[in-house]
Every structure is written in structure tokens, then in C-alpha cells.
């Protein structure tokens, strides 16, 4: 049979947060009891439903699949469990009596109870997204469960709207699970490819009795390392997509491949040509981050489609139509050549960016024609497809807008500032090194005479209500800046004396004054702007605002010393200033593309610098230089990794080398897998790391222990990410994990993360049981405070 059409043009997904944050607001009420689980699936509806209808509205087709069914409560990843029913043991009993699992339990999944943590959070390859790692062993149950997809196409139909169902891909899905604690050694979740792939096979019969035309089947991680070994001839994804298109009565499907380059990377094209002749109707490559595909790779893709991933789905910069259209062109030469027919698309989902940039109503009058958030994306991916199906004429008027906004980007003043451009280039490898560990070791004792295991926390403290209205009054002008300050330093004053009533050893001032730990930087340092709706997920019903670097980067005036200060000026006590590293302001804005970003890096790494010789002079002798995001933005293909761990490293050195011996450098990363990274953290030569520990029951003081890491260490033993209060024996038994294999003389006490999220009650709680069991653990070593 003939093998169905694809779309001309479409997009791998959506944001899924809403406009106005509107799946946030109808999830936490749920959460909060004030809304039942009817009230929560209708606001989602509606949610969808509006989606759908602007998609609509901007051009794409709502009868032909190239819209996407990509909705998702809370992650996409807990989706494909969902579908697979693949409870972990030590959730099964909230297995539904046929053995699936039905919204509230994915809740308990994700959100944890009171007995039982979450399922472990980390970052969705190189990006802020975090999924929730599925846990696979021998035994865990795996039984197809298409009836969410199924019902959610099905409702869309009756709406007019032929969506395109999304779903994980059974190798990725595998790829990025962990084995259950209890699985047997060298058990590996890939060993379970087999019932999972006879899952799939069952779902997508049941997608076409439902009668969907198209399935969507996302597989990324075909692009790293041990995906792409798994996608050439003869391996796991040529066996498994053979016998998923050998289903019968089956949907279409597209598999894709954003975020890199699938399989071999000097063979580009070669596993999209793979699946095509394994009976796959549609294959998706990403032409933003990955190799262009070539007819000699390619093969023959024995009539199916090529869709190709031009538009950027992860930044917010106009796309250079003229470039997208020449380069569309040549490669649907390549297609034709290979058999195959060339359809337009996003690189990945749409779910990386904002909404749109019509929302935005207080940007530089510069900055809106440069940009292209999720609509005006929509809106570039049908330009060219346009442009590639009727002839580059129809577009022209189009294409010339785009290179005149380009221009006038490139020439703005702001861009490009000499005095930034000659600072960096008088540095020398000084500016990048302090003095040894160890004789800073010695002053640092010295001058801060902690107790053995002292206790801190990560930096931020629950943003209230109150302090959301006043930032939201100041920033109205209701409230002035006399009466905000006022509030903003009582609040601070509030914090410290918890602190101190906790037991707490080192303080900090809680940040109240910040409404984002990267936007607060960005807002006082030049050539960023903000946004006012530019929301983006990062997991669940949390979303930043990520800020946008259009230009060089300067600090105008000390920021941070003034609120550190006062804090610092309330307690005996010694107070952290608290700072966000280069890497991870960069990593959770919209960067430049026209620049390489260790050149960013390094212009904000002179800010922070500056920042911090001003703390220094303040008196100030801790400072923490936060780096959450270092493992985020390492690539996924090995081989290109060291080069960007160089300036990464680079970056944060060049930030805190000017501080004196006996100033205490901190830095935290969280949600990373630190083993792979465990020889760049030690080269940050930090004085103390902090690194989330909690939700894998300190896996990472394995690592720390094989490299022997030396430095002072602070493995979370509060998983912040969660509402339950972990108690004073559960943090006792993390605690005893890391004295098992670290030197106590190193190590410190904290929770994962900072707690801007979380309420007071449970924060309160949580603290004095962290407290309770340091104090404990003091007392096994026989030493006291």
C-alpha cells in the first residue's frame, strides 16, 4: 500500500505551560485540594483546546496530523510510564486493579508521599527541561495502557482537530531510565526492550481503531553516544522500528531525532535512511544542532518523508529565512535524489521557548523584530515550506524583512563595546588562578572557625505571598521604593533570625529581594533584557523567565552588597553572599548566537568578579558563585565535551580568582549525573561544593569517592523539590552514607537546593530535623558544638 502523506509543514510540539501559566495554576490548585481532578482535566481541555486553535489559526492544517498531541500534566517522560504501566516496585500498590496507573499515582510519582520520595529528577539532555527518571528492573510490570492517548485524541476530534499523538520513543524511554535499587547487579533497563517495544506495538493498534492517522515516536537519544551506536545498520533501532512498522493496523509514524545528530556523525543522514527503509513513514533531523543529511548517506528512504528540523526551537532569535530557504533547498536535492519527499519542521519541540513575543510589551524598542518566540516560529516553519513548495517569489517580502532585522541587530550599539571586547583581551592565566587548596584551607579555618559538619543552607528561602505582592506593587508603583527597601529588609531580618533560632552555623539572607536567580543578575547587568510573559518550562507546574543576552555584557554598579550586608549586620554569625556563575546565567537565559558563548561567558565571569571584590571589600568572608547548570550544557556527543568543560571551568575561575585566601569560595550544582563531570568540578577549585544528593540516597559520594575528591563537600540531604518533610532518622541515614565514604573534616550539611519554592511550615520543619541529626552525627563522632 501506498504509504500515507506527511504534512508539509509542522512542529514537533508545543508549550505546554500556557500563556498565562494557566496548566501551573490549575495543577497546584488541584494539589492544594482546592480543585477535584474533574475540575483539573477540564481546565486542561480548555488549556489544549485554545492551543490548538491558535495553531490553527497561524497556518497549520487541523485535519492533517501536523498538530501535535504533545500535552503533558506534568513530563513527558512519566507520560511513557503511564503508558507503559511501568510502576516501580516500590510504588506498587498504586497500581490500578488492571495494573495501570491513573493520574493521582502519577502525582505520587512525581511529587513523592509521605513515606516513599519521588521518582529522581534530571535535566532533559542539554537543556533546563527536567524529566522524571522512569525505574526499571527484572520484574517491573510492563502492559500497554493506550487509553490516555486514546481519549485525548478522540476528544480532539470531536473538537475538529486531528492531532498527531506524542510519544517517548521505547529506546529513549530505556536510555533514559535507571535500573531499581533492587535489580540485580549489571542489570541494564535496555534488557526490557523487547515487552516494551510489544507494548508499543499494542498502543499504536490502539491509536488507529481510534482512528489517528499519524503517531509521533520521539527518539533524542539517538544523538548521544550510546544511542547512536544503537542506530546503524544491524542494531537495536533498525530491529525495533522493523517490527513496529511491521505492526498491522497501525498508525503512520515519525520518529525524531532532535537535539544533535542522529547515529554516525560522519555519516549524516544515514539513520534517518535507516528507519525510512525499516518501514518508518516519517523521520525527523535537527538542521539547527545537527549534521545536514546527504543523498550518499541517506540511501534510498524508499518514499518516505524527510522532515527537516530548521527552525530553532531552543533560542528566541529570528530565523534567517533567507539562509533556512538556500539550505532547505539544497537538502530537498539530497532528498529527491535518495527517494524520499522533504517536509518543514521545528528542531524539537516548541516547549524550550515562550509563547509569544506579541505578549511582551516592555521590551527595548530594539529588541521585539529580533525575536521569534513559539507563534512567530509557527510562522517561519510555514514561510519556508511555502518558499520550498511554491518558489522562493511568493515569499520575498517575507525574506527581506528578516535580513533587515538581522542587519539592524548586527549594527545596534550595545552589541559589540570595545572597552568589554579589551578587557577581555588584556587577561593573562593569572586573572584565572588562586592560590593553592590548601593554604587557603588554613586561613579560611582560621577566619571562620566552623564546627565539624557545619550546617547552611543553598541560598534562597520560601518567596511568600507577601513578598510576590510587594515586588508586584514596586514594580506597578504602588509601593515606592522607600516603603519596598523597608520591606525587603525586614523580611531579610525575619530570615536571619530564623536562621538563628534553627541553629543553623552559616547563614544566608534569603534572596528576598530576587524574583529569579539568573533574571535578578540579568536585570543589573548590561546588554540583558527580561520578559514579562516569556515563561518556559523547567518541570511540573514550575517556569522560568528566562532572560535574553542580546549584547556585551557589563555591570554598571554593585547589586548585591547592600541586601548582603544588612543581613550580615544582624547576626555574629557567618553570612554567605550569594551569586549565580557564569555557566548557569547563560545556560537559563536565551544566549547570542552570534557569538561564541565562552566569550559570554567570560564577559559576565568580569561582572561577577567585580561583584565579588565588592563583597570582599564589605567584609564578607563567604561566598557562594552557584553553578547548577554545568553538567546542563555539556554536549552530548563525548567527543565534543572537553572542549566546552575548558571554558566552562575557565569561566568560574576567572569569576572568583581574585578573592583573598581567606574568603571562602562555594558553589552547588544539582540534577546532574556529576560522574561525568567529577574531574571539572574539582578544577573549579571551589572551597566548598554543594550538590543534590537526596533523591538518589547519595549515589553521587560513590563518584566523589573513586577520584578521590578532597575538597569541602555538601551532598543535599533535604530534597527540596518535593512538599513532604523529611525526618530527623531519614536525613541521619543520608548523612551516615556520605561519613561512610567522605572525610568528615569536609563535609557539610544542607538541603539539595535553595527553598524558594517550598512553604514555611514545611522549610521550617525540614531544617530543624537537618539540624537535629548534623547535631547527631556530631555526637557519633564525638565531637560538639
Same mark, same amino acid.
Given at each position: 500500500?501506498?504509504?500515507?502523506?506527511?504534512?508539509?509543514?509542522?512542529?514537533?510540539?508545543?508549550?505546554?505551560?500556557?500563556?498565562?501559566?494557566?496548566?501551573?495554576?490549575?495543577?497546584?490548585?488541584?494539589?492544594?485540594?482546592?480543585?477535584?481532578?474533574?475540575?483539573?482535566?477540564?481546565?486542561?481541555?480548555?488549556?489544549?483546546?485554545?492551543?490548538?486553535?491558535?495553531?490553527?489559526?497561524?497556518?497549520?492544517?487541523?485535519?492533517?496530523?501536523?498538530?501535535?498531541?504533545?500535552?503533558?500534566?506534568?513530563?513527558?517522560?512519566?507520560?511513557?510510564?503511564? #503508558?507503559?504501566?511501568?510502576?516501580?516496585?516500590?510504588?506498587?500498590?498504586?497500581?490500578?486493579?488492571?495494573? &495501570?496507573?491513573?493520574?493521582? =499515582?502519577?502525582?505520587?510519582?512525581?511529587?513523592?508521599?509521605? $513515606?516513599?520520595?519521588?521518582?529522581?529528577?534530571?535535566?532533559?539532555?542539554?537543556?533546563?527541561?527536567?524529566?522524571?527518571?522512569?525505574?526499571?528492573?527484572?520484574?517491573?510490570?510492563?502492559?500497554?495502557?493506550?487509553?490516555?492517548?486514546?481519549?485525548?485524541?478522540?476528544?480532539?476530534?470531536?473538537?475538529?482537530? @486531528?492531532?498527531?499523538?506524542?510519544?517517548?520513543?521505547?529506546? $529513549?524511554?530505556?536510555?533514559?531510565?535507571? #535500573?531499581?535499587?533492587?535489580?540485580?547487579?549489571?542489570?541494564?533497563?535496555?534488557?526490557?526492550?523487547?515487552?516494551?517495544?510489544?507494548?508499543?506495538?499494542?498502543?499504536?493498534?490502539?491509536?488507529?481503531?481510534?482512528?489517528?492517522?499519524?503517531?509521533?515516536?520521539?527518539?533524542?537519544?539517538?544523538?548521544?553516544?550510546?544511542?547512536?551506536?544503537?542506530?546503524?545498520?544491524?542494531?537495536?533501532?533498525?530491529?525495533?522500528?522493523?517490527?513496529?512498522?511491521?505492526?498491522?493496523?497501525?498508525?503512520?509514524?515519525?520518529?525524531?531525532?532532535?537535539?544533535?545528530?542522529?547515529?554516525?556523525?560522519?555519516?549524516?543522514?544515514?539513520?534517518?535512511?535507516?528507519?525510512?527503509?525499516?518501514?518508518?513513514?516519517?523521520?525527523?533531523?535537527?538542521?539547527?544542532?545537527?549534521?545536514?543529511?546527504?543523498?550518499?548517506?541517506?540511501?534510498?528512504?524508499?518514499?518516505?518523508?524527510?522532515?527537516?528540523?530548521?527552525?530553532?526551537?531552543?533560542?528566541?532569535?529570528?530565523?534567517?529565512?533567507?539562509?533556512?530557504?538556500?539550505?532547505?533547498?539544497?537538502?530537498?536535492?539530497?532528498?529527491?535524489?535518495?527517494?524520499?519527499?522533504?517536509?518543514?519542521?521545528?528542531?524539537?519541540?516548541?516547549?524550550?521557548?515562550?509563547?509569544?513575543?506579541?505578549?511582551?510589551?516592555?521590551?527595548?524598542?530594539? %529588541?521585539?523584530?529580533?525575536?521569534?518566540?513559539?507563534?512567530?516560529?509557527?510562522?517561519?516553519?510555514?514561510?519556508?515550506?511555502?518558499?520550498?513548495?511554491?518558489?522562493? #517569489?511568493?515569499?520575498?517580502?517575507? !525574506?527581506?524583512?528578516?535580513?533587515?532585522?538581522?542587519?539592524?541587530? @548586527?549594527?545596534?550599539?550595545?552589541? &559589540?563595546?570595545?572597552?568589554?571586547?579589551?578587557?577581555?583581551?588584556?587577561?593573562?592565566?593569572?586573572?584565572?588562578?588562586?592560590?593553592?587548596?590548601?593554604?587557603?584551607?588554613?586561613?579560611?579555618?582560621?577566619?571562620?572557625? %566552623?564546627?565539624?559538619?557545619?550546617?547552611? &543552607?543553598?541560598?534562597?528561602?520560601?518567596?511568600?505571598?507577601?513578598?510576590?505582592?510587594?515586588?508586584?506593587?514596586?514594580?506597578?508603583?504602588?509601593?515606592?521604593?522607600?516603603?519596598?527597601?523597608?520591606?525587603?529588609?525586614?523580611?531579610?531580618?525575619?530570615?536571619?533570625?530564623?536562621?538563628?533560632?534553627?541553629?543553623?552555623?552559616?547563614?544566608?539572607?534569603?534572596?528576598?529581594?530576587?524574583?529569579?536567580?539568573?533574571?535578578?543578575?540579568?536585570?543589573?547587568?548590561?546588554?540583558?533584557?527580561? @520578559?514579562?510573559?516569556?515563561?518556559?518550562?523547567?518541570?511540573?507546574?514550575? =517556569?522560568?523567565?528566562? $532572560?535574553? %543576552?542580546?549584547?556585551?555584557?557589563?555591570?554598571?554598579?554593585?547589586?548585591?552588597?547592600?541586601?548582603?550586608?544588612?543581613?550580615?549586620?544582624?547576626?555574629?554569625?557567618?553570612?554567605?553572599?550569594?551569586?549565580?556563575?557564569?555557566?548557569?546565567?547563560?545556560?537559563?537565559?536565551?544566549?547570542?548566537?552570534?557569538?561564541?558563548?565562552?566569550?559570554?561567558?567570560?564577559?559576565?565571569?568580569?561582572?561577577?568578579?567585580?561583584?565579588?571584590?565588592? !563583597?570582599?571589600?564589605?567584609?564578607?568572608?563567604?561566598?557562594?558563585?552557584?553553578?547548577?547548570? !554545568?553538567?546542563? !550544557?555539556?554536549?552530548?556527543?563525548?567527543?565534543?565535551?572537553?572542549?566546552?568543560?575548558?571554558?566552562?571551568?575557565?569561566?568560574?575561575?576567572?569569576?572568583? $580568582?581574585?578573592? =583573598?585566601?581567606?574568603?571562602?569560595?562555594?558553589?552547588?550544582?544539582?540534577?546532574?549525573?556529576?560522574?561525568?563531570?567529577?574531574?571539572?568540578?574539582?578544577?573549579?577549585?571551589?572551597?566548598?561544593?554543594?550538590?543534590?544528593?537526596?533523591?538518589?540516597?547519595?549515589?553521587? @559520594?560513590?563518584?566523589?569517592?573513586?577520584?578521590?575528591?578532597?575538597?569541602?563537600?555538601?551532598?543535599?540531604?533535604?530534597?527540596?523539590?518535593?512538599?513532604?518533610?523529611?525526618? &530527623?532518622?531519614?536525613?541521619?541515614?543520608?548523612?551516615?552514607?556520605?561519613?561512610?565514604?567522605?572525610?568528615?573534616?569536609?563535609?557539610?550539611?544542607?538541603?539539595?537546593?535553595?527553598?524558594?519554592?517550598?512553604?514555611?511550615?514545611?522549610?521550617?520543619?525540614?531544617?530543624?530535623?537537618?539540624?537535629?541529626?548534623?547535631?547527631?552525627?556530631?555526637?557519633?563522632?564525638?565531637?560538639?558544638?
Amino acid at each position: 500500500m501506498p504509504k500515507p502523506t506527511f504534512p508539509a509543514v509542522s512542529i514537533l510540539g508545543y508549550p505546554r505551560i500556557g500563556p498565562n501559566r494557566e496548566l501551573k495554576k490549575a495543577l497546584e490548585s488541584h494539589w492544594a485540594q482546592r480543585t477535584d481532578e474533574a475540575a483539573l482535566h477540564a481546565a486542561a481541555r480548555e488549556l489544549q483546546n485554545s492551543d490548538l486553535a491558535k495553531l490553527t489559526e497561524l497556518g497549520l492544517d487541523p485535519t492533517d496530523a501536523s498538530l501535535p498531541g504533545d500535552f503533558a500534566y506534568y513530563d513527558q517522560v512519566l507520560d511513557a510510564t503511564v #503508558a507503559l504501566s511501568a510502576l516501580p516496585t516500590r510504588f506498587a500498590d498504586l497500581a490500578e486493579t488492571n495494573g &495501570t496507573i491513573d493520574t493521582a =499515582a502519577s502525582f505520587i510519582l512525581a511529587r513523592g508521599d509521605e $513515606s516513599r520520595a519521588p521518582l529522581e529528577m534530571t535535566k532533559w539532555f542539554d537543556t533546563n527541561y527536567h524529566y522524571l527518571v522512569p525505574e526499571i528492573g527484572e520484574t517491573s510490570p510492563i502492559k500497554a495502557n493506550a487509553l490516555p492517548l486514546v481519549e485525548s485524541f478522540k476528544s480532539h476530534a470531536a473538537k475538529g482537530h @486531528t492531532i498527531r499523538p506524542v510519544l517517548v520513543g521505547p529506546i $529513549s524511554y530505556l536510555l533514559l531510565a535507571k #535500573a531499581e535499587d533492587r535489580a540485580a547487579v549489571g542489570f541494564d533497563p535496555l534488557d526490557r526492550i523487547d515487552e516494551v517495544v510489544d507494548a508499543y506495538a499494542q498502543i499504536l493498534v490502539s491509536l488507529a481503531a481510534a482512528g489517528a492517522p499519524w503517531v509521533q515516536l520521539d527518539e533524542p537519544a539517538l544523538v548521544t553516544d550510546r544511542g547512536a551506536a544503537l542506530a546503524v545498520p544491524g542494531a537495536l533501532a533498525q530491529a525495533v522500528y522493523t517490527k513496529l512498522a511491521a505492526a498491522t493496523q497501525r498508525p503512520a509514524i515519525l520518529v525524531t531525532t532532535g537535539y544533535g545528530t542522529a547515529g554516525d556523525s560522519a555519516r549524516p543522514g544515514a539513520t534517518a535512511g535507516l528507519l525510512a527503509r525499516a518501514g518508518i513513514e516519517a523521520v525527523h533531523v535537527d538542521l539547527v544542532r545537527g549534521a545536514i543529511p546527504q543523498a550518499g548517506f541517506l540511501g534510498d528512504l524508499a518514499g518516505s518523508t524527510l522532515v527537516g528540523g530548521i527552525v530553532d526551537s531552543r533560542n528566541i532569535w529570528r530565523n534567517d529565512l533567507s539562509a533556512s530557504l538556500a539550505l532547505l533547498t539544497s537538502l530537498g536535492a539530497e532528498v529527491d535524489k535518495a527517494g524520499g519527499t522533504l517536509a518543514v519542521g521545528t528542531a524539537t519541540s516548541l516547549q524550550h521557548v515562550p509563547h509569544d513575543v506579541a505578549l511582551e510589551s516592555n521590551l527595548p524598542a530594539h %529588541l521585539p523584530e529580533w525575536l521569534a518566540f513559539a507563534n512567530q516560529k509557527v510562522a517561519e516553519a510555514i514561510i519556508l515550506a511555502k518558499g520550498i513548495n511554491e518558489g522562493a #517569489a511568493v515569499i520575498a517580502a517575507e !525574506l527581506s524583512a528578516a535580513e533587515s532585522a538581522i542587519s539592524r541587530r @548586527t549594527g545596534f550599539s550595545g552589541t &559589540t563595546v570595545a572597552r568589554v571586547r579589551e578587557r577581555l583581551g588584556n587577561l593573562t592565566t593569572v586573572d584565572f588562578r588562586r592560590a593553592d587548596a590548601g593554604i587557603r584551607k588554613d586561613a579560611q579555618e582560621q577566619a571562620l572557625a %566552623l564546627p565539624p559538619l557545619p550546617t547552611t &543552607t543553598i541560598g534562597s528561602f520560601p518567596q511568600t505571598t507577601e513578598v510576590r505582592a510587594a515586588r508586584a506593587a514596586h514594580r506597578s508603583g504602588t509601593l515606592d521604593e522607600a516603603a519596598y527597601e523597608g520591606f525587603l529588609k525586614e523580611e531579610i531580618a525575619r530570615v536571619v533570625a530564623l536562621q538563628e533560632k534553627l541553629g543553623l552555623d552559616v547563614l544566608v539572607h534569603g534572596e528576598a529581594e530576587r524574583n529569579d536567580m539568573v533574571q535578578y543578575f540579568a536585570e543589573n547587568f548590561d546588554g540583558f533584557s527580561e @520578559t514579562e510573559n516569556g515563561w518556559v518550562q523547567s518541570y511540573g507546574s514550575r =517556569a522560568t523567565r528566562p $532572560s535574553i %543576552l542580546w549584547g556585551d555584557v557589563t555591570r554598571p554598579a554593585a547589586f548585591t552588597v547592600p541586601w548582603i550586608t544588612h543581613a550580615a549586620s544582624l547576626t555574629d554569625k557567618p553570612l554567605k553572599g550569594m551569586l549565580t556563575g557564569p555557566v548557569t546565567i547563560l545556560a537559563w537565559s536565551f544566549i547570542r548566537d552570534d557569538v561564541p558563548l565562552a566569550l559570554s561567558a567570560n564577559q559576565v565571569a568580569l561582572a561577577l568578579r567585580d561583584e565579588i571584590a565588592d !563583597l570582599q571589600e564589605a567584609g564578607i568572608g563567604i561566598i557562594q558563585v552557584d553553578e547548577p547548570a !554545568l553538567r546542563e !550544557l555539556l554536549p552530548l556527543r563525548a567527543a565534543d565535551q572537553s572542549a566546552y568543560l575548558n571554558w566552562a571551568v575557565d569561566s568560574f575561575r576567572l569569576a572568583r $580568582s581574585g578573592a =583573598a585566601d581567606s574568603t571562602q569560595i562555594h558553589t552547588h550544582l544539582c540534577y546532574s549525573e556529576f560522574g561525568e563531570i567529577i574531574e571539572a568540578i574539582d578544577a573549579l577549585d571551589a572551597d566548598v561544593t554543594s550538590i543534590e544528593a537526596a533523591r538518589s540516597r547519595m549515589e553521587v @559520594t560513590e563518584d566523589l569517592t573513586s577520584y578521590g575528591y578532597s575538597r569541602g563537600i555538601g551532598p543535599g540531604v533535604y530534597d527540596i523539590h518535593s512538599p513532604r518533610v523529611p525526618s &530527623t532518622q531519614e536525613i541521619s541515614e543520608l548523612i551516615g552514607i556520605a561519613l561512610g565514604s567522605l572525610d568528615p573534616k569536609a563535609l557539610w550539611i544542607n538541603p539539595d537546593c535553595g527553598l524558594k519554592t517550598r512553604g514555611y511550615a514545611e522549610t521550617e520543619a525540614s531544617l530543624a530535623n537537618l539540624v537535629e541529626a548534623a547535631a547527631a552525627a556530631r555526637a557519633n563522632l564525638g565531637v560538639s558544638v
